[in-house]
């Protein structure tokens, strides 16, 4: 990687070719003749918009970031037992934070790796690499834009909000591992000698919400509906919006409300309903202003389509029928859609994704199922904890089937979660998002893998093998259906179009985001000027949507009860899309029990298999015995491990860039 000295603070000594920014030594070898001035470069929209658009390109895919890659941090995944040594969870899972750089030569995650900004290949974005080159284009964007002469006011307005947004966008990427940054609203000059200093994060969360706003005013609601946007009519889906602009600055206001930044990393989570207030309430009107524009349908977002709650074999199949405009699946990969990128109506920021549709086909496909016999055929086995499963998906009638107490993760008695039956009567999210034991996990005809036609998860089961099945007692399913195996070929088979993506944001995460901020600045019947609904209806909004009860009076009537069932939510709805890490690292509770523990859920069948082989029997019926919870780890973590290392090589190139405390 270059240092963050050529990367950020060397000034411009290439020229500008249509729509990108060539290298140094690119420029070095190139013939004279075929360089454009940069003058040339920005003097009208379509020659601008191509220097934006490098900068669309470079934002990293986390699915399909590398051949095997991981995403999901915090409490709630764990790999196969075989690739302990291999892969970046693992290794935080031992506390070496380092391992986003320098795991398996430092390419595993989409944090950091080989960085190449003119490619459109899947290897060759990250956050850490790219996002210095990208703000700085939008530095030297936005301090050119008297060179686009050519332009209307609507275009010059585009121009300039999009620029706004990514310098906002990639410095709000940075803050959320590695905190408070220099943030330079500047093309340092060729001779300068750099002394900016770091800033808190609420300082830097601050100006990047002044970006996001600014931004915000420039941008449109719908780029269809722009003179500039009907030359690309219905193809304008991954550009930035005005609601997007928005949710972000309410992002950024809520992180700098919460308990992390305003209290500093600390152990013992006594800290952890501490936010700031006078931030969160600012959050709060931003994203309530988000949630109105997309309810009326100024914005062109939407809350996608769900399942019919009481049909299970179509939430577990993940069956899209011809009656909905969207689907809930959708959001995370699609089928038989000519490898359309996922994100649907919901999807509010996305990249562009040039790579090939059928990447998403080879390592990260293979990793969510069962390998054994190869199964799936995967290099590993990405799996929820059993502790995250139990804590995060509650019961149909909204109640939490776990609750936590003294540091400890307890069935909650009020609940109706019966541990004899412990898959009946959840969530409907469970059964979208989880196998469980007993599931037809083989549609077709089982040839070579009769044994694996049914999830055979209790203990002691045929996919219980620690290095090739689950080491957990279950699967995840969310992001790639259990009929991705090597029978069902849904993932395997070209003709199925298979295609993955994980928006940054979606529609729901502003619903969550405006609930949090309204729980933090007054409880659950917070509400917003700019909004109709209270904190409460934002998260019961996502409840009717699943078909899951709402809140229980007992947790609104008490401000830190609620925002309990808020978090909880949040790790419902958001599970394994990558938002864990960072939400336990800002509520203060990374360090703090039981959100340390990885679990697996043990437990004996009392029928036998023909029971489960009946074809009108209902898996969610089946009655265990002696279930109990086993711990696989614990993870001790330090106040360091609040926020990520920067690179040595980094934080060595001038004394007021300094290292993370700890590191």
């Known amino acids: 990687m270059k240092s963050i000295y050529k990367s950020l603070f060397v000034a411009l000594t290439a020229a500008f070719a249509l729509g990108s920014l ?23 929209f379509n020659n601008f918009q191509g220097f934006v658009e490098q900068i669309y390109n470079c934002i990293p895919h986390k699915t399909t970031n590398y051949w095997n890659t991981t995403f999901n941090w915090g409490e709630d995944e764990i790999l196969s037992a075989n690739n302990a040594d291999f892969y970046v969870t693992p290794q935080m899972d031992k506390g070496d934070f380092k ?34 080159y990208c703000i700085r284009k939008a530095n030297l964007g936005l301090e050119n834009m008297d060179l686009m002469i050519n332009a209307t006011k609507e275009e010059r307005d585009l121009i300039k909000g999009q ?43 601050l100006k990047a919400a002044d970006d996001f706003k600014a931004a915000a005013e420039l941008l449109p609601d719908n780029w269809d509906k722009t003179t500039v946007g009907k030359n690309t009519l219905g193809k304008n889906g991954l550009r930035i919006t005005k609601a997007t602009a928005l ?104 990249g562009s994704q040039f790579d090939q549709p059928n990447d ?54 009020e609940s109706g979660f019966d541990p004899t039956h412990p898959f009946k009567n959840r969530d409907p999210r469970f059964y979208h998002d989880i196998v469980f034991d007993g599931e037809m996990y083989i549609n077709g005809t089982p040839t070579g893998f009769e044994n694996q036609k049914y999830a055979t998860l209790a203990t002691g089961g045929v996919m219980r093998d620690v290095t090739s099945g689950s080491r957990t007692g279950y699967f995840c399913q969310k992001l790639v259906p259990h009929t991705g195996n090597k029978v069902d070929k849904v993932t395997d088979d070209w003709g199925t179009g298979f295609r993955s993506y994980l928006p940054y944001m979606r529609l729901a995460d502003v619903y ?118 086993e711990k696989i780890l614990t993870r001790n973590f330090s106040a360091k491990h609040y926020w990520f290392p920067i690179l040595e090589s980094e934080v060595y190139i001038y004394e007021d860039f300094a290292q993370n405390p700890g590191w």
């Not at 060539?22 to 009208?44: F, H, I, N, R």
């Not at 590695?178 to 830097?204: I, N, T």
């Not at 308990?259 to 013992?268: H, I, K, S, V």
């Open 360 to 413: 998403a086909r080879w390592g990260f496909a293979t990793s969510w199922g069962s390998n054994v016999d190869g199964l799936f055929f995967g290099a590993m086995v990405q799996m929820p904890t059993a502790n995250y499963v139990n804590y995060a998906y509650g019961m149909a009638n909204g109640e939490p089937a776990y609750i936590v107490e003294n540091g400890e993760l307890k069935v909650n008695p």
């Open 22 to 44: 060539t290298s140094c030594e690119d420029y070095l070898d190139k013939e004279p003749e075929s360089d454009l001035t940069l003058e040339e470069a920005l003097k009208d």
């Open 247 to 350: 949710a972000y600055a309410g992002k950024v206001l809520l992180w700098a409300a919460s308990p992390l930044a305003e209290n500093g990393a600390q152990t013992g989570g006594a800290k952890t309903y501490a936010y700031n207030e006078g931030y969160a309430k600012q959050a709060a009107e931003i994203l309530g202003k988000v949630i109105e524009q997309s309810e009326s349908g100024v914005a062109p977002y939407q809350l996608a389509e769900y399942y019919d709650a009481e049909d299970f074999n179509a939430l577990y199949n993940h069956d899209r029928t011809a009656t909905t405009n969207s689907n809930y699946s959708d959001i995370f990969y699609t089928i038989k859609q000519g490898f359309k990128q996922p994100g649907t109506v919901e999807a509010m920021m996305r």
């Open 163 to 205: 620029l706004l947004f990514f310098r906002g966008w990639w410095y709000e990427e940075l803050m959320v591992w590695f905190g408070g940054l220099p943030y330079l609203e500047r093309v340092p000059g060729a001779s300068e000698v750099l002394r900016d200093p770091r800033l808190s994060f609420q300082e830097c969360a």
């Open 512 to 629: 969550l985001m405006y609930a949090e901020a309204g729980a933090a600045a007054g409880g659950a019947s917070y509400k917003a000027s700019s909004s109709s609904l209270t904190a409460e209806d934002a998260i019961n909004t996502l409840r009717d949507r699943v078909g899951a009860g709402h809140v229980n009076a007992k947790y609104t009537s008490n401000k830190n009860a609620f925002m309990d069932e808020v978090r909880r939510e949040r790790a419902c709805e958001l599970a394994f899309e990558g938002f864990r890490f960072n939400d336990l690292q800002r509520w203060l509770l990374l360090t703090e029990a039981p959100y340390t523990n990885k679990t697996s859920q043990e437990f004996t069948r009392v029928n036998d298999n023909s029971w489960y082989e009946k074809n009108d029997q209902d898996p969610r019926e089946a009655e265990v015995k002696n279930w109990r919870e």
């Open 99 to 132: 391992a986003y750089y320098t795991a398996w030569g430092g390419n595993l995650s989409y944090l950091y790796g080989a960085s190449d900004k003119n490619s459109n290949g899947r290897f060759n974005h990250h956050i850490w690499n790219d996002s210095w």
